[in-house]
């Protein structure tokens, strides 16, 4: 069935007349459906480690929608917490972790092979979801990058230019780079068992990289986003990558070939015409509609998605938003966006 799968046309490198689509964040708080589901589950956390209701948001936007792909229900901030660190969420708010900025706190995290105790549950959501999921739809895992991750385990929270992982980072660099092996180890552990459980294509998302620049890019973003991506290929060869170095800017360009990913997602800061010449000519690329099209909908929604359809017709092209949908997106624009994609 995998080769009617159009998800996995385009990141093998195949241009097709109509891209396929699915939108991050997908499942979540702008569905009626997922607020009575969590409602249920009693809290964001509780939610998910349990693997029925996860399974269940999940699928909620397919049923809804019929996207191409679904993305696994989880959180990057499960990694560091399989790893020791507390994590909690303040409503309203957000994540909070406990901090690391000593060599006494970061000797307290576990290896990255025990992992797997905590983050069980979140294998028998993807085996639910190999299992429930229409066979025509994609079933993608997911982790957060080692940088991005690590930049809430410093502040214990997420914070607006990353400063204390940058402090970190220029006041004990062997340190950082002990965390952020670490954090590259568990997330290989993590994704190998995913793709155990039965996920089709992995993405590492690394929200933060655009606080990066020279050759903190290099070290923080691009290399241990190729670690990740050859370990996983090396134990499973030919799954598809997609990497998401939000805010990189012209260091998409290149990226793809750097690290080994099949597919480099954009943000919403990307334009497309630049994109379609840059970065598509290295392999697939994925996005990149700006999120608040699906606040204000309108002509303007369906407009700035046939544009980027049309400037990135000339190769492969998987259709999303630039970033996570919003929760105060409306549920009827997501039904007029895909349209616009499809032709309808």
Same mark, same amino acid.
């Given at each position: 069935?995998?080769? #009617?799968?159009? %998800?996995?046309?385009?990141?093998?490198?195949?241009?097709?007349? &109509?891209?396929? %689509? /699915?939108?991050?964040?997908?499942? $979540?708080?702008?569905?009626?459906?997922?607020?009575? +589901?969590?409602?249920?589950?009693?809290?964001?956390?509780?939610l998910c480690y349990n693997p029925e209701l996860a399974a269940e948001v999940t699928l909620q936007p397919i049923r809804r929608y019929g996207f191409d792909a679904s993305i696994l229900f989880a959180d990057i901030?499960?990694?560091?917490?399989? =790893?020791?660190?507390?994590? /909690?969420?303040? +409503?309203?708010?957000?994540?909070? =972790?406990?901090?690391? #900025?000593?060599?006494?706190?970061?000797?307290?995290?576990?290896?990255?092979?025990?992992? @797997?105790?905590?983050?069980n549950p979140v294998y028998e959501t993807v085996r639910i979801l190999s299992r429930e999921l229409p066979a025509e739809t994609t079933l993608i895992g997911?982790?957060?990058?080692? /940088? +991005? &991750?690590? +930049?809430?385990?410093?502040?214990?929270?997420? #914070?607006?230019?990353?400063?204390?992982?940058?402090?970190?980072?220029?006041e004990n660099p062997a340190l950082f780079r002990r965390l952020i092996d670490r954090l590259t180890d568990g997330t290989i552990e993590y994704l190998a068992a995913q793709v155990e459980a039965g996920a089709e294509v992995v993405k590492i998302f690394d929200s933060w990289a655009g606080s990066l620049s020279g050759e903190d890019f290099d070290t923080y973003a691009l290399e241990p986003c190729r670690k990740i991506t050859a370990a996983l290929k090396a134990r499973y060869p030919g799954l598809p990558v997609i990497g998401f170095p939000r805010g990189a800017g012209e260091r998409y360009v290149g990226f793809a070939k750097a690290t080994g990913v099949d597919c480099v997602a954009l943000d919403q800061g990307v334009d497309p015409d630049w994109a379609a010449r840059e970065v598509q000519p290295e392999g697939c690329v994925q996005g990149n509609l700006d999120p608040s099209h699906l606040v204000t909908g309108g002509e303007a929604l369906e407009r700035e998605t046939r544009r980027i359809v049309e400037a990135f017709r000339g190769g492969p092209h %998987?259709?999303? =938003? $630039?970033?996570? %949908?919003?929760?105060?997106?409306?549920?009827?624009? &997501? @039904?007029?966006m895909i349209a616009a994609v499809r032709g309808a």
């Open positions: 069935m995998s080769e #009617t799968k159009t %998800i996995l046309k385009s990141l093998a490198g195949e241009a097709q007349p &109509v891209p396929p %689509i /699915w939108m991050m964040r997908q499942a $979540g708080r702008y569905l009626p459906e997922y607020r009575e +589901t969590r409602a249920k589950a009693g809290d964001f956390l509780s901030l499960l990694l560091p917490q399989a =790893l020791g660190a507390d994590l /909690w969420f303040v +409503t309203g708010e957000g994540p909070r =972790l406990s901090t690391l #900025t000593t060599e006494a706190e970061f000797d307290a995290l576990k290896p990255a092979e025990a992992v @797997h105790e905590t983050l997911f982790a957060g990058a080692p /940088w +991005t &991750v690590a +930049t809430y385990m410093v502040a214990g929270r997420g #914070t607006p230019d990353q400063g204390p992982a940058h402090a970190l980072k220029n %998987i259709f999303n =938003l $630039g970033h996570g %949908i919003t929760p105060d997106a409306d549920p009827e624009n &997501v @039904h007029r």
